[in-house]
């Protein structure tokens, strides 16, 4: 596999019903890249996924209509859109790549099938 490395941008505070935008600059080409949350005090849980030849794109059920993953192939950037964000999704927030892409989402959702991340990002949302 050819090492990637990932860089994350964003993340702040704000208030519930608020949005904040999260971006990781990324190397090479990933075939597989996704977002993980770690709330204080809990493990490490996938937020959204997404593969490059799949076409494909996962959520997690409790971000489901509020996020949304994308990726810009010219910049070489992937980004987590947050939008009526709710106090249960104050986190630590990890970009994630792998070069291995999975047709279950399960496996896409999964922290072991990434082997690439970036540094956490604090977002912290008030009630």
């Known amino acids: 596999q050819v090492p990637v490395q990932l860089v994350g941008s964003g993340g702040g505070s704000v208030q519930a019903g608020g949005s904040l935008r999260l971006s990781c600059i990324y190397t090479?080409?990933?075939?597989?890249m996704a977002w993980f949350r770690q709330a204080p005090g809990k493990g490490r849980e996938a937020v959204a996924a997404?593969?490059?030849?799949?076409?494909?794109?996962t959520y997690a059920e409790s971000v489901k209509g509020r996020f949304t993953i994308s990726k810009d192939s010219l910049k070489k950037t992937l980004s987590l859109q947050m939008d009526s964000l709710e106090p249960e999704d104050t986190a630590e927030y990890y970009c994630?790549?792998?070069?291995?892409?999975?047709?279950?989402?399960?496996?896409?959702?999964?922290?072991?099938?990434?082997?690439?991340w970036g540094q956490g990002l604090q977002v912290t949302v008030s009630s």
């Open positions: 994630a790549a792998d070069n291995t892409e999975y047709s279950a989402a399960s496996r896409r959702l999964a922290e072991s099938s990434y082997a690439y």
């Open positions: 090479a080409y990933p075939f597989a």
């Open positions: 997404m593969s490059e030849h799949l076409g494909s794109t």
